[in-house]
T-cell receptor, first 114, second 112 residues
Framework: KQEVTQIPAALSVPEGENLVLNCSFT??????LQWFRQDPGKGLTSLLL?????REQTSGRLNASLDKSSGRSTLYIAASQPGDSATYLC?????????????FGAGTRLAVHP | DAGITQSPRYKITETGRQVTLMCHQT?????MFWYRQDLGHGLRLIYY???????DKGEVPDGYVVSRSKTENFPLTLESATRSQTSVYFC???????????FGSGTRLTVV
């Protein structure tokens, strides 16, 4: 059974720091991996999607890498801003019965203070 | 408006009552999903669907019923609500397994 772990569970940093959020998964037979952002009381916003054949994806100040063989992904946030404060969720996609089902980690709660 | 919408946004219901949460998407995505989010458990899959009239159970399906008579709608029904079903419910859709998911804004359900 696929299990997804995110470390750290919470992070508080001053504005301007470069950050690394970690995601690990137990079964390397994944289809893709998706990073989401969730603001308090809100839904999930997709940040980056990495297919199993890819090594990384970039969007603005965000860069996500994937090492499928070691069961790891990292989300790198450059020059953090207070507006980046949110919970970041990693979700691993695995094909079963024709569906790509996402298994989520518990998230990393990020606070960026001015 | 284009996108995926859930209704109601908030709902309070009594134990034993039937309640239906609605999910509507405008993209004609084939795949739709229902998740619940709870402290200590994260997001867990309740039911999913690959097309109209095709549904399957996820990780925590007990006490829930789904239907998908039209591609764009995927309602979730709690047949007899229990306090343990107090949660935030998210609907999601996807064009195909190769693409990511898009989530709705969620329904916060409280069962008293």
């Amino acid at each position: 059974k696929q299990e997804v772990t995110q470390i750290p569970a919470a992070l508080s940093v001053p504005e301007g720091e470069n950050l690394v959020l970690n995601c690990s998964f137990t079964d390397s037979a994944i289809y893709n991996l998706q990073w989401f952002r969730q603001d308090p009381g809100k839904g999930l916003t997709s940040l980056l999607l990495i297919q199993s054949s890819q090594r990384e994806q970039t969007s603005g100040r965000l860069n996500a890498s994937l090492d499928k063989s070691s069961g790891r992904s990292t989300l790198y946030i450059a020059a953090s801003q207070p507006g980046d404060s949110a919970t970041y969720l990693c979700a691993v996609g695995g094909i079963s019965g024709g569906y790509n089902k996402l298994i989520f980690g518990a998230g990393t709660r990020l606070a960026v203070h001015p | 408006d284009a996108g995926i919408t859930q209704s109601p946004r908030y709902k309070i219901t009594e134990t034993g009552r039937q309640v239906t949460l609605m999910c509507h998407q405008t993209w004609s995505h084939s795949y739709m999903f229902w998740y619940r989010q709870d402290l200590g458990h994260g997001l867990r899959l309740i039911y999913y669907s690959a097309a109209a009239d095709i549904t399957d159970k996820g990780e925590v399906p007990d006490g829930y019923v789904v239907s998908r008579s039209k591609t764009e709608n995927f309602p979730l029904t709690l047949e007899s609500a229990t306090r343990s079903q107090t949660s935030v419910y998210f609907c999601a859709s996807s064009e195909s397994p190769a693409y990511g998911y898009t989530f709705g804004s969620g329904t916060r359900l409280t069962v008293v």
